[in-house]
């Protein structure tokens, strides 16, 4: 878990943790639950602490088979760029002028400092907020904490009304908080279109003297096809 390690193993020794683990081993031998156990941190690993400059705040992983990957918004490239990211790109054409990478893979954003958290870790396959409510909005709340604790500036990115609660954990002296409706077609029209979260984010960092996010994403690299050689003619 790279450095944040060293802020969160407290957490691996209180009660809920241990509740929150035996259901979850449960879970995994009854039923399919997403995202695979190895990439269930990808956003703590891929986004040290001390890299973190930005947060955006999902909520629960996608439940449908190989999307969630561990970071918010996120799919692997190769899976259908699913509908609320589908109109996060959208947004941030309309923002910076950003085309549509033709996948859905936010790696390279998480590598650039941008902490892309959901509030709950897991679900069930098919069944959305099957985890909720279970111990991991516990720890990802202590991971906002942790966040709020650095003193360098931290821009908050917080989409949706459950998103928006976590306001309250941030520090508004130091740290910027953009807000506004989630980015999901039942949504986006009550005030995420035209929000403008990429270059406000940008500004703020500026402001505070940090690099900017380059929120391009570099097109899908296309798999390599081997060619066929034709042997020269025998002697």
Not at 23 to 44: G, K, M, W
Not at 58 to 65: C, E, K, L, N, S
Not at 73 to 82: L, Q
Not at 184 to 206: H, T, W
Request: include cysteine; proline fraction near 8%.
């Amino acid at each position: 878990m790279t450095d944040w390690n060293h802020f969160l193993r407290q957490e691996f020794d209180k009660p809920y943790w241990a509740e929150l683990q035996a259901f979850l081993q449960h879970e995994r031998a009854s039923a399919t639950v997403f995202p695979p156990p190895e990439q269930v941190f990808s956003a703590l690993h891929l986004t040290p602490f001390a890299h973190t400059k930005v947060l955006i705040l999902g909520q629960d992983p996608y439940h449908g088979p190989g999307q969630a990957h561990g970071l918010c918004f996120s799919v692997t490239e190769g899976v259908a760029v699913p509908p609320s990211l589908a109109n996060i790109y959208r947004e941030l054409e309309s923002d910076l002028g950003i085309t549509h990478p033709g996948h859905g893979n936010l790696e390279a954003w998480a590598r650039q400092g941008v902490l892309l958290l959901n509030t709950v870790l897991t679900v069930r396959a098919h069944a959305a907020a099957s985890h909720a409510g279970r111990g991991w909005e516990t720890f990802t709340d202590e991971v906002i904490r942790t966040v709020n604790s650095k003193t360098d500036r931290v821009v908050f990115i917080l989409w949706g009304a459950s998103a928006r609660k976590k306001k309250d954990l941030i520090d508004l002296s130091r740290h910027v908080v953009i807000e506004s409706a989630h980015p999901s077609p039942l949504s986006a029209r009550n005030g995420f279109f035209g929000s403008k979260p990429f270059s406000r984010a940008n500004a703020a960092l500026v402001e505070a003297g940090l690099n900017p996010v380059d929120w391009a994403l570099a097109p899908p690299v296309a798999p390599t096809v081997a060619q066929h050689v034709t042997p020269p003619d025998s002697a």
